[in-house]
């Protein structure tokens, strides 16, 4: 999930988005436990998100978008700032500064999800 804005109530407290906090603690879940070393030093990380086709697709349409023709409206920088505020927060490394190199990916697949690689 792309990280959204945050929301502002009236009386000006700023907060983020339920189904974001649910995706961000699910992902942290999902991150293995000896991935979670607090890693030092620079780190090269590539993201590859893969979205579900929509129902809405026609057959050219479904057929464009598994050959890379359409790709997801979410922006890159979004996707890898959700996924590297959660491996930061998951303990993966000490802070999302140390990314020197990054590779962000997105495409429609028949299996959505998130894969992740470090090189540390």
Not at 8 to 25: C, F, H, L, Q, S
Not at 91 to 119: C, F, M, N, P, S
Request: charged share 25%; with cysteine; net charge positive.
């Amino acid at each position: 999930m792309p990280c959204p804005r945050p929301r502002v109530t009236r009386g000006g407290i700023a907060y983020m988005p339920t189904a974001y906090k649910k995706w961000k603690t699910d992902f942290i879940r999902c991150i293995p436990y000896t991935a979670k070393v607090g890693l030092t030093g620079p780190v090269r990380v590539s993201i590859d998100a893969s979205w579900a086709l929509p129902k809405s697709y026609t057959k050219n349409e479904r057929e464009a978008a598994l050959c890379s023709q359409k790709y997801p409206a979410a922006d890159n920088d979004n996707i890898a700032k959700a996924v590297l505020d959660a491996m930061t927060q998951g303990g993966v490394w000490v802070d999302d500064k140390q990314v020197v190199t990054l590779t962000v990916t997105k495409r429609y697949a028949l299996d959505e999800g998130i894969t992740v690689k470090v090189t540390h």
